[in-house]
């Protein structure tokens, strides 16, 4: 499976930005799909997922901000980012997971915030 992700780039502090995870399979082969993000200095952690079914989880620090979604004909996942802080600044990182645990992962797309 290769993931590409777009969408990332700078922005001020309050804005917005839509990332997408572009799948070369199709995204209902896995039993989840997530976005995680890494800091300068910091361990990878994850922001949102979604399962097969639909179930969506989010780290707390991004609840009522951001939004994954996906849209099954395109093979793509998206993670809908408002409300940007500086301490969103990271790249992030699209994950898909099989139903054997193997995970892929993309390349990483940078999303810089100021304030």
Excluded: H
Excluded at 59 to 76: C, Y
């Amino acid at each position: 499976v290769q993931l590409v992700e777009s969408g990332g780039g700078s922005v001020q502090a309050g804005g917005s930005l839509r990332l997408s995870c572009a799948a070369s399979g199709s995204i209902f082969s896995a039993s989840s799909m997530g976005w995680y993000r890494q800091a300068p200095g910091k361990q990878r952690e994850l922001v949102a997922t979604i399962t097969r079914p639909g179930i969506k989880t989010y780290v707390d620090s991004v609840k009522d901000r951001f939004t994954i979604s996906r849209d099954s004909a395109k093979n793509t996942v998206y993670l809908q980012m408002g409300s940007l802080k500086p301490a969103d600044t990271a790249v992030y990182y699209c994950n898909y997971r099989s139903f054997t645990g193997v995970g892929y992962w993309g390349q990483g797309t940078q999303v810089t915030v100021s304030s």
